[in-house]
């Protein structure tokens, strides 16, 4: 994650007055980091991962930028069976980063998950260029795309993408 990404995750989480943040991709901590950052100081991130062992590098790295362990409750699994045991409009932001030919599927959950005016973020957008490149691409940019158009088009968002990093799909629940 780029320090661009990470100064952009810090200022959205802090613009909702984050208190419930649901990240789909915990990785090793970086995204986590930023987000409780910008979060209120009694605020909790959820972060879903299927590999333990990341999430577990993660609890380390949460530990040593010096949060207490009640900031950050780590699900093991796979996104799409974890996030639908979550709370109806129980978060304040979800942050996207894991399986690209799942965003869409995501995007429904995260719809479910959010206030109202809460914010949808998805990391990655730009898939390196190949989101605008004309030509055949993999399976993952043709679902990238349906999800930019799905933002853009959606009813119950308002949308904004954010030219930090490799692109941020960003959307304000209505």
Same mark, same amino acid.
């Given at each position: 994650?780029?320090?661009?990404?990470?100064?952009?995750?810090?200022?959205?989480?802090?613009?909702?007055?984050?208190?419930?943040?649901?990240?789909?991709?915990?990785?090793?901590?970086?995204?986590?980091?930023?987000?409780?950052?910008?979060?209120?100081? =009694? *605020?909790?991130?959820?972060?879903?991962? @299927?590999? +333990?062992?990341?999430?577990?590098?993660? $609890?380390?790295?949460? #530990? /040593?930028?010096?949060?207490?362990?009640?900031?950050?409750?780590?699900?093991?699994?796979?996104?799409?069976?974890?996030?639908?045991?979550?709370?109806?409009?129980?978060?304040?932001?979800?942050?996207?980063?894991?399986?690209?030919?799942?965003?869409?599927?995501?995007?429904?959950?995260?719809?479910?998950?959010?206030?109202?005016?809460?914010?949808?973020?998805?990391?990655?957008?730009?898939? =390196? *260029?190949?989101?605008?490149?004309?030509? @055949?691409? +993999?399976?993952?940019?043709?679902?990238? $795309?349906?999800?930019? #158009? /799905?933002?853009?088009?959606?009813?119950?968002?308002?949308?904004?993408?954010?030219?930090?990093?490799?692109?941020?799909?960003?959307?304000?629940?209505?």
């Amino acid at each position: 994650m780029s320090p661009g990404t990470g100064a952009a995750l810090r200022l959205l989480a802090a613009t909702v007055d984050a208190k419930a943040v649901a990240e789909i991709g915990t990785g090793t901590g970086v995204s986590g980091i930023h987000l409780l950052h910008g979060m209120r100081p =009694d *605020g909790v991130l959820t972060t879903v991962d @299927p590999e +333990p062992d990341r999430q577990q590098f993660a $609890r380390q790295a949460f #530990r /040593a930028a010096g949060f207490a362990s009640n900031r950050a409750r780590f699900i093991p699994g796979r996104a799409l069976d974890v996030l639908p045991r979550l709370a109806d409009a129980g978060y304040d932001l979800v942050f996207c980063d894991g399986d690209r030919l799942e965003c869409l599927d995501y995007l429904a959950e995260s719809l479910r998950l959010l206030r109202p005016g809460g914010l949808v973020v998805f990391e990655g957008v730009f898939a =390196d *260029g190949r989101t605008v490149e004309s030509g @055949p691409q +993999p399976a993952e940019v043709g679902r990238l $795309r349906e999800l930019l #158009r /799905a933002v853009r088009e959606s009813q119950e968002l308002v949308p904004s993408l954010l030219p930090v990093g490799d692109g941020l799909l960003c959307g304000v629940k209505r």
